[in-house]
């Protein structure tokens, strides 16, 4: 019996101890559980912490309108399809940038052919001046003459709308006036010319042409006289475009013949 009680208790205390050593066990297992856990989870923290410090959001932009401009600037970019009226100044400027102007080779001709007129004018004989003008298809009376601002007139079988159209092929403005005027008479629609005599004949032929300002230039010509003497001159000059053309609007060549015949306005 003795034994018996023996071997029960030393089974007994083998159970206990055994049981005893598995709970260390565990303990120690869940106790390494833990820790791997907390491990794990503070790498994590490590990892998310520099991602979250790189991502930082980005600050609001705050607009500001330091003045009345800058308001005004939004509104025309909101709105591009209008369009800012350029100033009066703007649009003169941009009409003279523009505007073509004659070639210096236009102004020679336009020069020399006003120049030709001017002293043809006043050297030739108006009876073969006229006929010279028209092709011969015209007749002068020297006999039937009017006197105004005593200036002897004589009577032509032109329309004086005719010769006005001669001349405005090379004239206008004051220019033309001044021509019409130095030499002929409207008389209720009809020409009269100038019942004098001519002068010595000249050519001028243009030397060179420089802009002075506008439309006004400064002529450098040079006078062959019928004796064959040539004499270097220069006078200045204005231009008017036409629907035509280039037009000598005005021009400070005025011989002296042509003022001795008087400067009259009809």
């Given at each position: 019996?003795?034994?018996?009680?023996?071997?029960?208790?030393?089974?007994?205390?083998?159970?206990?101890?055994?049981?005893?050593?598995?709970?260390?066990?565990?303990?120690?297992?869940?106790?390494?559980?833990?820790?791997?856990?907390?491990?794990?989870?503070?790498?994590?923290?490590?990892?998310?912490?520099?991602?979250?410090?790189?991502?930082?959001?980005?600050?609001?932009?705050?607009?500001?309108?330091?003045?009345?401009?800058?308001?005004?600037?939004?509104?025309?970019?909101?709105?591009?399809?209008?369009?800012?009226?350029?100033?009066?100044?703007?649009?003169?400027?941009?009409?003279?940038?523009?505007?073509?102007?004659?070639?210096?080779?236009?102004?020679?001709?336009?020069?020399?052919?006003?120049?030709?007129?001017?002293?043809?004018?006043?050297?030739?004989?108006?009876?073969?001046?006229?006929?010279?003008?028209?092709?011969?298809?015209?007749?002068?009376?020297?006999?039937?003459?009017?006197?105004?601002?005593?200036?002897?007139?004589?009577?032509?079988?032109?329309?004086?709308?005719?010769?006005?159209?001669?001349?405005?092929?090379?004239?206008?403005?004051?220019?033309?006036?001044?021509?019409?005027?130095?030499?002929?008479?409207?008389?209720?629609?009809?020409?009269?010319?100038?019942?004098?005599?001519?002068?010595?004949?000249?050519?001028?032929?243009?030397?060179?042409?420089?802009?002075v300002e506008g439309n006004t230039y400064q002529a450098t010509y040079e006078n062959t006289y019928v004796s064959g003497s040539t004499e270097e001159c220069s006078t200045t000059f204005s231009i008017?475009?036409?629907?035509?053309?280039?037009?000598?609007?005005?021009?400070?060549?005025?011989?002296?013949?042509l003022e001795q015949r008087g400067h009259r306005t009809n």
């Open positions: 019996m003795k034994s018996k009680k023996v071997i029960v208790l030393l089974l007994t205390a083998s159970m206990i101890l055994s049981f005893a050593g598995c709970a260390r066990q565990a303990e120690s297992d869940t106790q390494n559980e833990n820790s791997t856990q907390e491990e794990q989870a503070e790498e994590s923290q490590e990892t998310q912490q520099p991602v979250e410090n790189q991502i930082e959001p980005n600050p609001p932009v705050i607009e500001q309108n330091t003045d009345s401009g800058s308001s005004e600037q939004q509104e025309k970019s909101q709105n591009p399809s209008e369009k800012e009226e350029p100033t009066n100044e703007e649009e003169f400027t941009e009409e003279e940038s523009t505007e073509e102007e004659p070639t210096e080779e236009e102004l020679m001709e336009l020069f020399d052919k006003a120049m030709y007129e001017i002293n043809n004018l006043a050297t030739t004989e108006i009876d073969y001046l006229l006929r010279e003008i028209f092709d011969g298809d015209i007749e002068c009376d020297y006999s039937n003459q009017v006197i105004i601002d005593d200036i002897p007139y004589q009577w032509t079988s032109r329309q004086y709308s005719e010769l006005v159209d001669y001349y405005s092929q090379t004239f206008t403005g004051e220019a033309l006036d001044w021509i019409l005027t130095s030499s002929f008479a409207d008389v209720d629609g009809v020409l009269y010319g100038f019942a004098g005599g001519g002068a010595s004949g000249l050519v001028s032929k243009a030397v060179s042409i420089e802009k008017e475009k036409t629907d035509a053309g280039y037009r000598v609007s005005d021009i400070a060549h005025h011989p002296y013949f």
